[in-house]
């Protein structure tokens, strides 16, 4: 699996023609055992980083990383020329090379199209309507000042980044653009599922942060679309008013025409069958998904935004949102997710860093990120009467990076925005900022709101108590997204228990 290859030139008719008359046997093989491997490991290091206190998706992040050229292609060439880059019989190595990939690259942007539709459904626009004033001023500046560092930032590293493979010299504008979105991300659901193991999901502090977090993604994924629609239409005024007012129109429509048709629908046929998605209302259901990803494709600003715009335009259908998660959410989880770490695992080598240049513009990018998003938000908690304890508490859940930051970096890379190096520096910033929040939470915790619930939920150590064992047990049951509870699972756990 090299996402990187391309076809060689040199590759003749005949053996195009060897490729198109391979049997499907002998190519499903060396998938089968790709997926094998890949599930088998995401379990594994996901239940081994949950044992270490860790969100399980971070293990299953870590998994897909080593799993690519940084490690195990290094340690183990041989085998991982066997697991990765299989040889197809009579098909030359430079077209099995270029085509093997396509495979593995299309599985994982199905799984993204899933994982995004699932996100934007478990999106709750309450938050958009919040008045608190610290959770804005939170929101306003963990955007503005990473977002800001991110653009000073560009110019400095472009000269130290080599071409991207397929797309040629990284621009300057897409880099900036992108880099000040990137650092902009806090992912909510790992935040989500961090605050619900360390028992302080219903303290003052984690509704500031998740409401702040909510509303700055929410801004993040605009800025996303919008870098989007301008590499897509490679930053020509016209071509990308077009695409703008393409995406308005097809939004206003889903808003205003399939919003309301499909909510009718889906609560008829929820009616009628107890609550479950019938076969029919599941085939609906894709068909609307993949109608969507469509529309935005062919717009030019990504298949995944089609889908989370019908999720989060459906998100207020809770029976509809739970009836989806049954049917959905494992499956996603299990199978699509691990294909998505992998692929992004095996665009990450720690090889493409030589020198100690690169190592000090990957360590500027990190130090820009934590910067920007634990030090902007500690402030902007700090202005609004918040101790400097509760202030850096704020700002070090808000820079957790988590899945949402894979998602946005591998969008960069698929734009030409990010060569091979950066997307490797990004990756690590995202691993490194979510594995940063545990410990520093634990760390500051003494003489805060987060001292007593943090010492009950037995995340400490120790036995658990029954409330908390029963709130974990309910976590593992009806988490959504990504295997992370979103606010809105908090509350209802939490109202549950109370």
């Known amino acids: 699996m090299l996402p990187f290859a391309t076809v060689d030139p040199t590759v003749s008719a005949d053996a195009v023609r060897a490729l198109t008359k391979l049997h499907v046997e002998d190519l499903i093989l060396p998938v089968l055992i790709q997926l094998g491997a890949i599930i088998f490991v995401a379990r594994v290091f996901g239940a ?3 044992w270490l206190g860790q969100p399980g998706v971070v293990g299953e992040v870590v ?3 080593l799993m690519g050229p940084s490690l195990f292609g290094w340690l183990f060439p041989d085998l991982f020329a066997f697991v990765f880059r299989p040889d197809l019989p009579g098909v030359p190595d430079a077209l099995t090379r270029a085509a093997f990939p396509k495979v593995f690259d299309v599985l994982a942007q199905i799984g993204l199209i899933l994982l995004l539709f699932q996100i934007g459904l478990e999106f709750d626009f309450g938050h958009l309507k919040v008045k608190g004033r610290a959770a804005v001023l939170i929101c306003v500046i963990g955007t503005a000042f990473p977002f800001a560092l991110g653009v000073g930032l560009a110019p ?3 000269g130290s980044l080599e071409p991207h493979p397929e797309k040629g010299p990284v621009p300057l504008f897409g880099l900036t653009l992108f880099l000040g979105t990137a650092m902009c991300i806090t992912a909510l659901p790992t935040l989500g599922r961090m605050m619900i193991e360390m028992g302080i999901n219903r303290t003052r502090m984690a509704t500031v942060v998740v409401t702040a977090a909510a509303v700055g993604d929410a801004i993040g994924w605009i800025l996303l679309a919008t870098v989007a629609a301008l590499s897509a239409s490679a930053y020509h005024p016209t071509e990308t008013a077009k695409m703008v007012g393409l995406t308005v129109a097809f939004a206003a429509f889903m808003y ?7 909510g009718r629908y889906f609560r008829k046929t929820l009616l009628k069958n107890q609550g479950q998605l019938s076969m029919n209302a599941l ?8 109608v969507c990803s469509i529309a935005t494709n062919k717009i030019g600003i990504f298949a995944i935004f089609g889908a989370f715009l019908l999720g989060a335009l459906l998100s207020d259908e809770p029976a509809f949102r739970a009836a989806v998660t049954v049917r959905l959410r494992d499956f996603v989880n299990a199978f699509f997710l691990p294909i998505f770490f992998t692929n992004t695992g095996l665009r990450t080598d720690i090889n493409s860093l030589p020198g100690g240049t690169m190592w000090v513009v ?10 920007g998003k634990l030090g902007g938000c500690a402030v902007a908690a700090r202005l609004t009467g918040s101790s400097w ?5 704020i700002g070090a859940m808000m820079n957790t990076r988590g899945l949402m930051e894979l998602i946005v970096i591998n969008v960069g890379y698929d734009l030409g925005v990010i060569p091979r190096s950066l997307f490797c520096m990004l990756v690590l910033m995202a691993v490194i900022t979510t594995m940063m ?9 003494r003489g805060t709101e987060l001292e007593e619930p943090i010492a009950r939920s037995g995340f400490l150590g120790g036995p658990l108590p029954p409330q908390a064992a029963e709130t974990r047990d309910r976590v593992d049951e009806e988490c959504p997204t990504g295997g992370e509870p979103d606010e809105r699972v908090t509350k209802r756990i939490a109202r549950d228990r109370f």
Do not use: D, K, M, N
């Open 283 to 290: 085939a609906v259901l894709l068909v609307a998904l993949l």
């Open 437 to 445: 929040t545990t410990p520093i939470v634990l760390w500051l915790r």
């Open 389 to 393: 304890r509760e202030s850096l508490l």
């Open 48 to 50: 081994l980083f949950r």
């Open 256 to 262: 205003l025409v399939v919003r309301p048709v499909l």
């Open 63 to 65: 998994g897909g990383i």
């Open 362 to 371: 990957c360590g500027a990018v990190v130090a820009a990120a934590v910067v």
């Open 156 to 158: 400095l590293v472009q």
